[in-house]
Structures are given as C-alpha cells and as structure tokens.
C-alpha cells in the first residue's frame, strides 16, 4: 500500500497549480505516494499544462462541473494510499509538512484527521479553525456580536477568532483546505455528502468523524501557504450564497432543537437579509472576505 495519496480538485486553476503540485512532488520524494487531480471543466489549459508538465499525476477529466463534494469523492475512490491528503491548488506546501503530519497520525491511532497550520501569502498565521455551527452561534453572527467581540468565548465561539492557532489541540473542524485523513476513516464513515456540493462538505465529513468517536486535530508544526480565496473569489456572490445556504442546511440536518424563540424560516429571513449586505458590501468595496 502506498504511504499517501494527494487529492487536488480544481477549477479554472492554472495561475496556481503548476507551484502547488512542484511542492507536492517534492514533499514525495521522500514518501512512497501518489498525486491525483480532479479537474472540474476548467477551460483556462490548467488540464493541457499538468499533461504536459506532470506526467506522473493522475488526472481526472470532468465533462462538466460536479462540484467540491463529487470530485473530492473521485478522487478518494480511486486513492491507494493509507492516508489521504486534500489540498487545494491554491497552496504551497512548504518542506516538511506531509512527513510531519503522518508522523502524528502514526503515534496517534484515536485521531482520524488532521489540519496543518495555514499561512497568507505574506507568511501571517491565517485562522482556519472552527467550532460545529450551532443555531445559537449563527444569532452571534446575524446581531454582529462576533464580530464585536471576536476574543470573546461565547460570541467568537464558532469562527475560534479566541484561539492564535500557534499550538496543537484538538478542534471540530480544521478548514478543508488542507486535510489529512485516514483511509480507514473513511472506508468507516463514507466519502463526503454530496448534496453539500460547495462548503460545508468537510464540516459534515468531520461531524461524522467525531459522531463516529475519531478524534480531529490542528498541528502547527506542519505549515502550507494558502493563497485565501482563488478559487471561490471567481464566482464571489454565487459562493456566498452556497456557503449560506449549506450552513442551513448542515443546521437543518444535524441541530434537532433549533432555538424556540426563533423559527427556522425566521432565521433564514435573517440570514438572506445579512447574506444580501454582505454581497452588496462586497460590490462597493471589491473585496473579498474570510467566510
């Protein structure tokens, strides 16, 4: 059995790709593994190049875009390695990192995945860290109380703004950016849900894992640069409306006791009216925002 399998998902991804795999193959050298791609319909020659220039990848060639979820799910069928790695072309991983995180998946048998420490593109720690999203955090969220008091443990709950992401701990869910996972794992729980086809998707993965008792992991010791947002900033406005409505519909599938006080179609009323502010506040201001 192979050590590793590298699972890459793309989408109009040329501009970064070529760098993310050069990392990934480096990182191999010294591991006995594969790298495969999924490619989601790009039409930017991101396919042609990686033919070209990396002719030991495997690729996937979709006839159209299936979404996050679907080509994630590809890729891990076809995976031969004893763990499994998800990555994003919008990343370096930097020397190290892959050996690190196998290391301490090695000498911790009850943890089932495992997030790296994620750097911006200037080298600062980016927050990529969460708690499960609960009817009562997304009220913090709505009144504006998180982004208030972003230290605060009970308002700053869901996005852990309280934490410096400087120390191993275990968490809920590390973002699914950079992933490392058993593949006994997930031969136990399934591959993703597909009806989360753009965010959330790792959300449910991870709820299952620890439904299942698996422990969830951050190690800073293993460090990747995350160029935040090159992929979902191409269809901005269309990303933040499926990342609110599937935050719903995790809520919907896993939170049985939403709050009394406030009904659920309320609550969507709520969520669309701040969804349209943020997307009219994006238009305004042409920025991009850590969802």
């Avoid at 409505?245 to 939403?258: G, I, S, T, W």
């Avoid at 009323?269 to 042409?286: A, E, G, P, Q, S």
Wanted: proline share 4%; glycine share 6%; charged share 20%.
């Amino acid at each position: 059995m192979l050590n590793l399998s590298v699972i890459i998902v793309t989408w109009q991804s040329e501009k970064y790709i070529k760098p993310c795999l050069r990392s990934a193959e480096r990182e191999l050298n010294s591991l006995n593994g594969e790298i495969i791609v999924v490619d989601n319909h790009s039409s930017d020659g991101s396919v042609e190049a990686l033919r070209k220039d990396f002719p030991t990848v495997q690729i996937v060639e979709n006839s159209q875009n299936l979404g996050f979820a679907k080509a994630v799910n590809q890729g891990l069928r076809l995976a031969k390695g004893k763990y499994i790695f998800l990555l994003n072309p919008d990343t370096i991983i930097l020397p190290g990192a892959l050996l690190e995180m196998i290391n301490f998946l090695e000498s911790h048998p009850t943890v089932g995945i495992l997030g790296p420490q994620l750097l911006n593109s200037d080298g600062t720690i980016q927050s990529s860290c969460r708690e499960f999203p609960s009817y009562q955090n997304l009220i913090w969220e709505i009144l504006g109380l998180a982004r208030l008091f972003p230290k605060h443990k009970i308002f700053g709950r869901w996005k852990m703004s309280y934490f410096s992401h400087n120390e191993l701990r275990e968490v809920d869910q590390p973002m699914g950016s950079a992933l490392m996972v058993r593949k006994d794992v997930v031969e136990q729980i399934g591959v993703m849900d597909e009806r989360f086809s753009m965010f959330f998707n790792e959300v449910d993965w991870c709820y299952r894992m620890k439904e299942m008792g698996w422990k969830i992991y951050f190690l800073p010791q293993a460090k990747i640069i995350h160029h935040l947002g090159a992929s979902t900033c191409q269809s901005k406005i269309r990303m933040i409306l499926f990342l609110h409505y599937n935050l719903l519909r995790f809520l919907a599938k896993y939170e049985r006791r939403p709050l009394g006080f406030l009904p659920l179609t309320a609550l969507a009323t709520l969520l669309l009216f701040v969804t349209i502010i943020r997307i009219c506040f994006n238009l305004i201001f042409d920025r991009s925002h850590n969802l």
